[in-house]
Antibody, heavy 120, light 110 residues
Framework: QVQLQQSGPGLVKPSQTLSLTCAIS??????????WNWIRQSPSRGLEWLGR?????????EYAVSVKSRIIINPDTSKNQFSLHLNSLTPEDTAVYYC??????????WGQGTLVTVSS | QSALTQPASVSGSPGQSITLSCTGT?????????VSWYQQHPGKAPKLMIY???NRPSGVSNRFSGSKSGNTASLTISGLQAEDEADYYC??????????FGGGTKLTVL
């Protein structure tokens, strides 16, 4: 059974970069059937898909238009994990951030969620 | 990419059947059979209930069923139970190779 363990800061200052990591157990970041997603949730924006990375003989990334200029999602193959980097943060980026696995059939496994507050 | 449209709230009595709707466009819901539904209880991560419009993951009750017509997907919960009270979200893959969520529906079991 796959488990996803998130780590990263809960408080980030405006204009800085948020970096979160999602460690995978029970599956491989190299899986040819999985995609590794970041999703966030806030009262004002609801659930918002941010992007994903996946391996199909080479690495692919797909990002939401709303954050495309500010986001990078990276696999870390040596540690079987993937990360989110979101820069130029504003208070609007305050949300609970989730990582999740998608087997091309919905996100079936979720991380525990990380509440990220953007404040000085 | 605009969010999919879901009613803000729905209510039903125990034992009843209710249907939640999720309306998109020909660029998302209408384009593919890649609609998913999630259940979320307060303080918890979402749980996948339906994928690919009408398929149930292992372990999900057969009281939950999904369908789609045109640009609108639906989730039906039959034999409503108190434990079904939660927020429900739909999502769809889009023609832009992105994923879009609905705004969510709060289900109240009376």
């Amino acid at each position: 059974q796959v488990q996803l363990q998130q780590s990263g800061p809960g408080l980030v200052k405006p204009s800085q970069t948020l970096s979160l990591t999602c460690a995978i157990s029970g599956d491989s970041v190299f899986s040819n059937s999985a995609a590794w997603n970041w999703i966030r949730q806030s009262p004002s924006r609801g659930l918002e898909w941010l992007g994903r990375t996946y391996y199909r003989s080479k690495w692919y990334n797909e990002y939401a238009v709303s954050v495309k200029s500010r986001i990078i999602i990276n696999p870390d193959t040596s540690k079987n994990q993937f990360s989110l980097h979101l820069n130029s943060l504003t208070p609007e980026d305050t949300a609970v951030y989730y990582c999740g696995r998608d087997l091309n059939a919905g996100v079936d496994s979720w991380g525990q969620g990380t509440l990220v507050t953007v404040s000085s | 990419q605009s969010a999919l449209t879901q009613p803000a709230s729905v209510s039903g009595s125990p034992g009843q059947s209710i249907t939640l709707s999720c309306t998109g466009t020909s660029s998302d819901v209408g384009a593919y059979n890649y609609v998913s539904w999630y259940q979320q209880h307060p303080g918890k991560a979402p749980k996948l209930m339906i994928y690919d419009v009408s398929n149930r993951p292992s372990g999900v009750s057969n009281r939950f069923s999904g369908s789609k017509s045109g640009n609108t997907a639906s989730l039906t919960i039959s034999g409503l139970q108190a434990e079904d009270e939660a927020d429900y979200y739909c999502s769809s893959y889009t023609t832009s190779s992105t994923v879009v969520f609905g705004g969510g529906t709060k289900l109240t079991v009376l």
